[in-house]
């Protein structure tokens, strides 16, 4: 199937009035859980998967989808209100952002974020939609050694990215990896790391761990810091939500920059809309004529960035739909989640789920003109949300908690595992453990086991094959050369000031 | 000096964590490496044991080497208390679950958060306790038939 019927079919799925409604519910509760400070997309898609157990697999990869770039857009809206960002990609819209709402343009910040945030998730799944049909053709080539080769590249870029010392998250990553061992042995049935618990035979589940590291990590986290927040009026009204019209033309080349940015870093697993929104930032800052007055509030500084965060999306899918490989937290969850529904994401995926893959990217189109139109009439509603006192949304996020893990199986030995890699999440975050590499370790540990175990039987145990075939030894070459870089004493000032985002 | 190095985050996470490696390796080494039909279970663990214990050490090492205490390393434990007993209190929920079921569990759990975490009045905790664990009742196993914990009572 071409670029052209395949989307033409999933313009037909998406369109279904079933799937409208859950491209809408996911584009409604992503933005919610954007304004939210705290509570980030991989725990609220962990929390609903449970949810989506009983539903069909293409409305149920729309509204997760929904979730995952909806969460994006309302990151900006704290982040421009409050000076505090609902997500980590929207750190840098702080800058410019609070800059302008504090000189009384906080309507028109919001707007630019809300069409930056349209025209760049637009060019992303376009992009997406181009990519993605040649990348796959590609991806059909691969073997074992392939396969393991670029398991170990997009491991490599995602401890190189989640955090800031490499050697935390590397040991985050191989963490996971053995969590993932738990249970009985792929080819030969042996039990590993049970404990003497049977019920750890069948492995650990995913959901557990997810919602244990990312929900109740996070509000534990949360838990520690009590404060008020002092909210900057929102104004009412769509006309007062409009940037005038300097200001448009002061962001075009923004939402460009911003577009193209985002995707191409969205692409790289591990690198996120964090990075692609302090990148797009810094090239806008560069190019400008007036770099001088960025941090005083221009609106081409919320543009860049809340563009490149968006457009992540679109390049994120990329590895996630054509090679099987996700690129950070939400994704990995996204492909559990596929996995779930009996759906194996990767070069035969466009093939073998046509409703699936070109449903979702035409969702996407559609998601985008939802949420511009949910973002600029209802952002005051949206904001009000942050008045929501923590002491029942807490605990509510607990008690969904319970539910998730418990649905999974329905053992009480599934919650006391939540409890364990809650804490374990809480504790990695104060230790400066980055939970991303964790995630995708485990996401990926069965897969990369099952792949270097097959090359090494190809080869009859001779662990040169990873090198002496083309792409696996460039695809190593590059994992080893990432994984030097940080001794690069600039390079790694970048890395850490990118990740800091400031 | 050496104390504050002994009480250094990662001084302390390095070394559970090379713990754990040697821990893996140990249980790895039990199984076969190598099998006639190509690599074992024990392979893969004993690869990845072998870099978490090196890379634990490592992280030992050169804060032993750099010399840094906690207190230059800036992790501000002041609200771990109230974190950790948030946790304690999930953890008493989930133990409570075989016992009283979800809905008294989660009620319970609820309001304690609410008296001791968040420092509310009993009264606010008691309408929060009461309005959330209505609101989940009515969610998940009456409007979507999800199964929860049942206690001895007869509810859930």
Redesign the interface.
Known sequence: MDVVNGLMHGFAVALQPSNLLWCFVGCFLGTIIGVLPGLGPAATIALLLP?TFHMEPTGAIIMLAGIYYGAKYGGSTTSILLNMPGESSSVVTCIDGYQMARRGRAGAALGIAAISSFVAGTIGVILLSVVAPPVAAFALSFSSPEYFALMCFGLALVALLGGD?I??A??AL??G??LA?VGV?L??A?A??IFGQSKLLGGLDFLVIAIGIFA?GE???N????GAVNMLPVPRGIRNLLPNWEELRACRFAMVNGSLTGFIIGVLPGAGSTIASFVSYGVEKAVSRRPEKFGTGVPEGVAAPEAANNADTGGALVPLLTLGIPGGSSTAIMLSALILWGIRPGPLMMDEAPDVFWGLVASMYIGNAVLLLLNLPLVPLFAQILRLP???L???I??LS??GA??VS?H?FD??L??GF??LG?LMG????PSAPLILGFVLGDAM?RA???S??MS??DLSILVSRPISAVLLACAVLILLSPLLGRFNQWRTRALHGS | MLSRIVKD??VL?GSV?AA?GVY?IM??SQ??A??A?????G???IW??L??VG??L??VV?KIVNGKGEEEGG?D?S??P???G??AM??A???L??PLG?VLS?AL??FF??VV??R?SVL?ALL??L??TA??YLV?PVA?G????ASPFGVF
């Open positions: 949810v010392s050697i935390k590397l040991l191989l963490v990896l053995w061992s042995d080819f030969t042996q590993r790391f109740i509000i534990l986290s838990v520690e810091k009590r923590s002491y029942i807490h605990p509510a607990l008690g319970i539910i418990y649905s329905s009480l919650v006391g939540l409890a809650g804490l809480y104060k230790l400066g453990y086991e270097l175990r097959q090494l039987m009859q145990g | 985050a990662d996470s964590l754990l893996i249980e790895a199984w076969e190598y099998t039909g190509g690599p074992g279970p392979f893969f663990p990845y044991g870099a978490i890379l634990s490592g992280l050169s992790i434990w609200g771990a109230r974190a950790l948030a946790w999930f953890a929920a989930g133990a679950l075989q979800f989660f759990l609820t958060m609410v975490v968040f509310q606010t929060t306790a309005g959330c609101g989940f998940f979507l999800v199964d929860l914990p």
